[in-house]
């Protein structure tokens, strides 16, 4: 279930207050923390800006915990964000030691190539060297 178009405008507004998101978050009533909560974990599903999504939620927990924890109602919700959390860490993982290993096996080429042309030129500098010395 991808967020509607309530979910994108609430996403787009916490990227414009990124300076006051804290603050903003603070005055959140209770009560529309669960649909906040819900949002969040439909976002991360889809991919969107999951730092901030994070961000967020992180925030949220940290100032509502005891009444989140508490509620029943939202056990099921918080699950869900502790696995597509937990799912998007591990994709990106994924990706850093993919990216990682490209990153190396650059590193060796580029340090193969250099070597092949510090012994090119260190070969023309002694055919060099010979050349000047049989002149002599």
Known sequence: ???GRGGRTLFLTLCLIDSELEESLLVLLFSLVPD???LFRD???????VELTCRCLFFLLRIQFGQITSNQML???NEDLKNC???WVAEVRDMMGV???ALQ???REVGAKEE???FADATERLKGEKEEEEKE
């Open 99 to 101: 990216n990682m290993a």
């Open 105 to 107: 096996f650059l590193k």
């Open 116 to 118: 092949v042309q510090f």
């Open 75 to 77: 056990l099921g919700v």
């Open 85 to 87: 959390i937990i799912s």
């Open 36 to 38: 906040a909560l819900a």
């Open 43 to 49: 976002y991360i599903r889809q991919g969107g800006d």
């Open 1 to 3: 279930m991808m967020p």
